[in-house]
């Protein structure tokens, strides 16, 4: 996450990213598939099987010393999960996070745990040297996520960085684990340390042994367009010991940034990256996918799934007037039979929205848009995943509980399945209420910019972010629930 040290740029950042990244997509560049049926509650399929709490007392009580304004950060407020799980060993799954943050300088350190009974219970540890918590020298990490290979091989992706330099100078790392987590080795540096290297994402191979994928953002916004912004992209081919010199995917015009891209490899090896673009000249916000088909050495040009204008502000709570969550993070997962699915935010005010999804059955080449039903309440970073036998799930916040004049903002988090590739879906309730004043400031999206969801064999894996009254740790804890059919 950048934390520019210039108010104005970092106002700039949400607007043109942070909104444009995607809350708005509109069928410009889509056909529409209109989800039939209302969710059904009370019939859905799916329920939750476990919830247990991932992340724990901070290993960092006395701080990090030598840290830059290490004083300033929040011991226990931990945001921005992600997920994986082993597809030799499904009952083996990983999740990471932001460990003790303060918004304009990040986190003390990204913290990775490990599961071996399906989530019901967690190891914590640290990637060794990711920061001078660990025996490293950055000050700071940040925008962690975690993938597992098709051959077992667990792989971390993060930020490590010095944020005592103006501006920020910060490298994207890689560690990979063989044990599924239980020890992690000391980071790779996938890029040396630059000012606006950003949200890297790191995806294992499902069939080449031993390869994995690393993509990121470059963007600087402390300084006045026009730009020169770019997705990068780079590989291993020895489990993450070393990493291909980096690759060119997109370069966005001057007047326009590309943010959060993610890797996805379809069943005949394509690799798809997409991404988020908000263009300030064309005043467009939209979701972009790019193909490459020879690993990553070349890519074509990105093709638009969807866009909209960008809105002309960031949405507000009308109670206290703080900024609502909007990251627009597109989260997007690939079924087995190829088919693409990209999810995203899709509010038009703090007291009505939505969550919008696009879906490609060619490999990224076309795209058809889906609304999810029975969301109309303010909605936010959802994330889906696609299960083995091809239910495609997505869970997401939304303010539809949250009471005018009760001192809080209450948020859910909810759950929707579909089986037949989108056509209609069913709703499940699965965590909360939880109290978005209690989170992490405004800044920092309250939990972060994302969560996490994975297929199982049977249902799906979430980690996500909760506020009072569930977090016992500190303003905030991590949470895993196992959702799974049956009541």
Known sequence: ???????????????????????????????????????????????????????????????????????????????????????????????????????????????????FDGGKTWHRTTIPGLTRCTGGTADTASDPWVSFGGDGTAYFGGQSGLVSTDPDEVAIAASHSNNGGRRWAPPATVAPQLAGNEQPAITGSPTRSGHAYMTWSNFRLEVEPPWTNTVSFSRTRDRGVTWLPPVLVDQAGPFAIDQAPRIQVLPDGTLLAIFARGDGETQLASIQAARSLDEGRTWLPAVEAGSKPLPADEFRDPETGDILPQPGYPSSAVGPDGTVYVAYENSTSPTSGGIGIVKSSDGGITWTTITLPGVSAFAFEPAIAVGKHGTVGVIWYDLRNDQVGDAETTADLWFSSSRDGGATWQQIHVAGPTDLRTAAPGEQNRFGEYQGLAGLRTGFAAIFGLASPQAKNGPTDIFFAHIAPGR
């Not at 991932?54 to 226990?76: M, N, Q, W, Y």
């Not at 999960?81 to 990471?96: E, K, L, S």
């Open 1 to 115: 996450m950048t934390t520019s040290k210039r108010p104005t740029w970092r106002r700039q950042k949400r607007l043109v990213i942070g909104l444009a990244g995607l809350a708005f997509i509109s069928l410009s560049a889509a056909t529409t598939a209109t989800a039939t049926g209302p969710p059904a509650p009370t019939a859905a399929p799916y329920t939750v099987k476990t919830l247990t709490t991932v992340s724990g007392p901070s290993p960092f009580t006395a701080g990090c010393p030598g840290a830059f304004h290490d004083e300033l950060k929040i011991t226990g407020l931990v945001v921005e999960p992600a997920i994986a799980v082993n597809p030799r060993n499904p009952r083996n799954i990983i999740a990471t996070w932001k460990q003790d943050i303060v918004p304009i300088y990040n986190a003390r350190d990204d913290l990775v745990a490990s599961s």
